[in-house]
């Protein structure tokens, strides 16, 4: 079956309605009219527009798709169409597998990196029995641990030569503590070489590659709204991070080549392309939130994605006349619970969320000046915050472009996948 998204045009400017938020939300209220809510919408030309710019801001390096970020096939695979676009990040090994084999409608991706550790012990019996996919599929480690878990479950002479990649930690211990997220316990070039010669060192094992997320300069907004000290910290934190690191992962990179030929060394996120791309070292990127656009991404100074993904829900009730209540809305973001993981209301404007009750999984009471105008029957739309958690809760996306509904695809879910 062809690909009803294609990414290959060119963004055109004139096209770029959704910098109108008073034309961009009504026209698509009117093109879903006739589509029963929850309705989640990917409007073609934004998602061009973003892919382009990632590809822009990543200035030659190739990006491999992180798919937790999108969870829908039919976008991982008109990316992949794109020169510049190189790969897929999967988030479970079993997803990794699904992607690889590929089926009638979709060909295999043909390299996958697994961006965690896995103990799916029948996703590695699979993974290691089987030619293929022990060729296309790269798995994540970080301890000498995990290749004894992968040794219990299956020897190395019963299996096929399981391709590794070791992943570094790449937060900051910086003179007030450490910045970043709890990943691998391999900071050191000292402790990344003596991981890479255990593996080295160990039948059925192939070291292949480095992946180093940045979390603390990828995700962390430099420019949040409405605080400006905090910003503030923000960017002397990311200047000396970004620093660091630059020097750290080159010097990890250096020591383990000397015992390995490594494929690739991975890195960077959405919200640190330009960075990541001018450190020489990486040679591809890990990125996919900033296909969809989600609202994160308005607290950063260096881009702008379009809301390429959005999500509109039905009023059901008026508790009273300044209130609006929606069905559904509770798709919440990962990370700290905070105002910035929740879902945004973007049209109609004026509306806030009721602060005893915020989203909710069933229902969102909405309060505020243009709450007094809706009625029951009436489309509020919300922008999701990073992309993932929004294919979390829909089946499929209904494709917009011109003003019209040209088709849709399924989401992970829709074609019956849960990973996680």
């Known amino acids: ?74 976008v ?53 029995t089987t030619p293929e996919l022990a060729a296309r599929v790269t798995v994540m480690v970080d301890s000498i641990e995990h290749l004894d878990f992968i040794d219990a479950t299956i020897a190395p002479e019963k299996r096929e030569s399981i391709r590794i990649a070791l992943e570094l930690d790449a937060s900051w211990i910086s003179p007030i503590g450490r910045i970043g997220v709890f990943r691998s316990p391999v900071h050191t070039p000292e402790q990344a070489s003596a991981l890479a010669e255990w593996i080295a060192a160990r039948a059925g094992f192939d070291l292949v590659g480095i ?66 791309a001018a450190d020489p070292t990486v040679t591809e990127i890990g990125a996919g939130s900033g296909l969809l656009g989600g609202h994160l991404f308005d607290n950063y100074r260096s881009f702008t994605p379009a809301p390429a993904a959005a999500f509109a ?11 609006a209540t929606v069905l559904g809305g509770g798709w919440v973001a990962s990370g700290p619970p905070a105002a910035d993981r929740l879902p945004r209301v973007v ?39 990073k992309s993932g958690e929004l294919s979390e809760h829909v089946n499929g996306f209904s494709l917009v472009a011109g003003g019209e509904v040209v088709g849709s695809v399924p989401t992970y879910r829709g074609e019956g996948k849960a990973f996680l």
């Open 76 to 128: 991982v695979d008109a990316a992949l169409q794109l020169p510049g676009f190189r790969g897929v990040l999967a988030y479970t090994l079993a997803e990794a597998l699904w992607l690889a084999e590929g089926d009638a409608d979709h060909a295999p991706v043909e390299d996958v990196v697994v961006g965690y550790p896995s103990t799916d012990r029948v996703a590695l019996r699979r993974l290691a």
């Open 347 to 385: 049209w109609p404007t004026g509306l806030t969320m009721a602060p005893r009750e915020m989203a909710g999984e069933v229902q969102t009471p909405l309060t505020g000046p243009n709450a007094t105008g809706l009625r029951i029957g009436d489309r509020v739309w919300f922008r999701h915050t």
């Open 211 to 276: 992946m180093a997320y940045e979390a603390q300069i990828a995700g962390q907004g430099d420019a949040p709204r409405g605080r400006p000290a905090y910003a503030a910290t923000v960017r002397w934190m990311q200047r000396n991070s970004k620093a660091e690191l630059l020097e750290r992962r080159a010097a990890v990179v250096a020591a383990v080549r000397r015992i390995a030929d490594l494929e690739f060394v991975n890195g960077g996120g959405t919200g640190s392309l330009e960075y990541t």
């Open 1 to 74: 079956m062809q690909n009803p998204i294609d990414l290959s045009l060119p963004p055109t400017a004139s096209r770029r309605r959704w910098g109108n938020p008073a034309l961009y939300w009504p026209s698509l209220s009117a093109t879903t009219a006739q589509l029963d809510a929850p309705v989640a919408v990917l409007e073609l030309d934004a998602l061009r527009a973003n892919a382009h710019d990632m590809l822009s801001r990543a200035a030659g390096t190739p990006i491999r798709i992180a798919s937790k970020s999108v969870r829908v096939r039919a």
């Open 313 to 323: 829900l039905d009023v059901v009730r008026k508790t009273h006349e300044s209130s």
